[in-house]
């Protein structure tokens, strides 16, 4: 049976991306995607010339590469989905490499995974928190020094989801895992893996899949 391999842009497998994944393909599949489903943690766009073999031997055998990374934003680190899109299929060419390339949050607009996240996660369950970490972003912004300069971060939306994660009331065997990664993506109290905005990695994934 030929494979399917799912390269993505984080660095190991003990992270939300790559259990995201994992609890997506799941969904779509059941647990019958183990068999035939590689996924494959690049480390960076600037590193897939270290997984360049990977792709090849897997082209070689019959199977199907994916590529799943972020669009990132325009004007930051030249990202953005046209000039992410126009960098990966560039270094395709370069590494004589084969893939299909889906680009967070949904293959056509500016963003990344956690994008994505933020769209799918339980807002009506947890607004309270919501509410109060917009409470906090605000404060944080209204602190700036004497020339006008904000003193503080502005969490990201990694921070925001991570900081909801970790405040809500687990099981001590649930807390212990979200170190590494497993944010509970398949407990619907927090995550909606049937919402609309999935549908284009769905229909991505399921496409393009080794026959």
């Known amino acids: 049976m030929s494979k ?6 984080t660095g190991n497998k003990k992270t939300p ?17 183990t068999t035939d489903v590689e996924i494959i943690n690049v480390g960076g766009k600037d590193n897939l010339k270290n ?10 055998e019959g199977g199907k590469n994916l590529l799943i990374f972020d669009s990132d934003f325009t004007g930051i680190d030249n ?20 893939f299909e390339m889906f680009l967070f949050p949904n293959n056509k607009d500016d963003g990344e995974f956690e994008t994505l996240l933020d769209k799918i996660v339980n807002k009506d369950l947890h607004q309270g928190y919501f509410n109060c970490f917009e409470a906090y972003e605000n404060c944080i912004k209204s602190h700036t ?29 649930e807390r212990d895992v979200l170190g590494s990664g497993q944010w509970l993506f ?15 990695l769905k229909e991505f994934i399921r496409n393009n899949m080794a026959k």
């Open 4 to 9: 399917t391999r799912i390269f993505i842009e």
């Open 17 to 33: 991306e790559h259990n995201f994944i994992h609890y997506l393909l799941r969904t779509i599949f059941g647990d019958s995607f």
């Open 51 to 60: 997984a360049a073999n990977q792709f090849a031997e897997n082209t070689n």
């Open 79 to 98: 990202g953005g989905y046209e000039a992410r899109k126009k960098f990966l299929e560039a270094k395709r060419l370069e590494l004589k490499i084969e």
């Open 145 to 173: 020094d004497d020339n006008g300069v904000q003193k503080y971060n502005t969490p990201n939306l990694k921070g925001k989801l991570h900081t909801l994660m970790t405040s809500v009331k687990l099981s001590k065997e």
């Open 186 to 200: 398949d407990n619907k109290d927090y995550w909606d893996l049937d919402h609309v905005e999935l549908d284009p």
